[in-house]
């Protein structure tokens, strides 16, 4: 036989090995896709009951946020803080100015979006244990600076120091929620960070709430201490949790993927599971996801179907901030500004939060019932009229104690709903409607939208109420009402329902361009269905490999 019939041999052997072994992954996906379809919530659960426990215990990074979050807009009403960094007025108490307000709020803002920013880097290169582990350690230097903080510059250098690993919170502990569980329960794990921020917060309130018997600096000083309790357990922990299975594959790391995924799931006689399939879905999909994108760069974010895919996910957190979920976060400051006393004040916010955490438990039923997007748009619904609601009690006045009490019930109702739909909801959409490999990328864009909205909000939330400022009080539920109207009406025509979609068949809905109404109802064809994309695989195999075999047949000394 001569050399070059040796060649086109060797070509075409190499050439259906490919093909075959292509093929086999093909199947191999579609079984594993069948599997996770019918595997159902209780089967899921006892498979994956290691995943579940991993991904509640990275989620906890964010009751560190969401401490520190609700206790800083508290401390505006907190009178030996007041005293401490406010101006005196006119009838003798101390105000923080609306100003410092804002520039505190904001200053966390802005080292949240340096940090997401360094996220979507540092992340896709070093995995997402490594990056949370060293947003740990740099949480324990920037607390010493917030707590030996004795002005308010020190005081905002903290704060935009210390919001830099938070931003890195915000994103790897969704994303991880999302890649480490299957399809039936992404929802609970991804809105169980919601939880986790309401947990924060309830605790932040009923420490200040504790702290209202003392009357010097250490009652403000103490609660910023107890944020050094989080950091060396979390680091311990999550050096311990195996990695992301689909950043592993991503990194064509396949052996230490299956590895991850053993160490993910428990192994019981009553449940087939089958490691090597599993990882060929995520294979599957994240070799069509290569096809359909360039890179994975922060501008791909924005070529073909991911544009759609990247307006869904930054409008959907923005919709967090604009549905007036701004009133919650100033919630013990507004209760001030209506009316009520200082300790009414911090027990009507420790029972909010209380309220809040009920509300993320029952929107895990209430999802499993109506569906993502059901739940997104009904909740804006039931909020624009709630904060109407707000708004017409204002015009009964700040005397009036009946009024006072309704604005607080209706602002409980308020949180209660938000944190049963739009609140938690909002986790689980942003990060199952992103492609797999753009990911970490398109979270971090969206949290920065949200963020940069938040920047926003703290401009003008703090003069609606500041009684130096604006001074409307309750009737700025009439602009959040407006606002939330808008962002129900960009709800109903543009955003999708991902329930019970894996990841390939989401892939597939947003290429082929199926509108937001009709995403619930669209059957999408099985993967080892599509032969011709075989085929093209295959052809475009050969043909690099008859390119390298030509190159060397003319490199071949006669």
Known sequence: ??????????????????????????????????????????????????????????????????????????????????????????NGSYELTAAWQTGLTNGVLAGQILGLFANGIIADRFGYRKTLIGALVGCIGFIFIIFFSETLVQLLIGEILIGIPWGVFQTLTTTYAAEVCPTHLRAYLTTYVNLCWVMGQFLASGVLRAMLARDDKWGYKIPFALQ??????????????????????????????????????????????????????????????KELLSGTSYTDLFKGANLRRTEIVCVTWMIQTLCGATFMGYSTYFYRQAGMAIENSFSMSLGQYALGAVGTVSSWFFMQWFGRRTLYLSGQVIMCAVLLAIGCAAFAGRDNVAAQWAIGSLLLVYTFTYDATVGPVCYSLVAELTSTRLRTKSVVLARNMYNIVGIATNIITPRMLNPTEWDWGAKSGFFWAGTCFLCAVWTFFRLPEPKGRTYGELDVLFESGVSARKFKSTVVDRIDADSGGRESAAEKEKASLEEVMVERAHSRPN
């Open 228 to 289: 050094w309790i989080w950091p060396v357990p979390l680091i311990i922990g999550i050096w311990l949790a195996p990695e992301s299975p689909w950043w592993l594959v991503r990194r064509g790391r396949l052996e230490e993927a299956k590895r991850s995924l053993a160490r993910l799931t428990t192994r019981n006689s009553e449940i087939p599971f089958n490691p090597d399939e599993t990882v060929s879905m995520m294979i599957h999909t994240n070799e069509m996801e």
């Open 1 to 90: 036989m001569s050399s070059t019939a040796k060649d086109d041999h060797a070509i075409e052997r190499v050439a259906v090995m490919g093909a075959n072994v292509h093929k086999s992954t093909a199947h191999e996906a579609a079984a594993a896709t069948d599997a996770e379809h019918n595997m159902g919530l209780l089967k899921s659960l006892k498979l994956y009951r290691k995943a579940c426990l991993w991904s509640i215990f990275l989620s906890t990074c964010i009751v560190m946020e969401g401490f520190d979050n609700a206790f800083l807009a508290s401390l505006f009403a907190f009178p030996p803080f007041q005293r401490h960094f406010g101006v005196a007025q006119p």
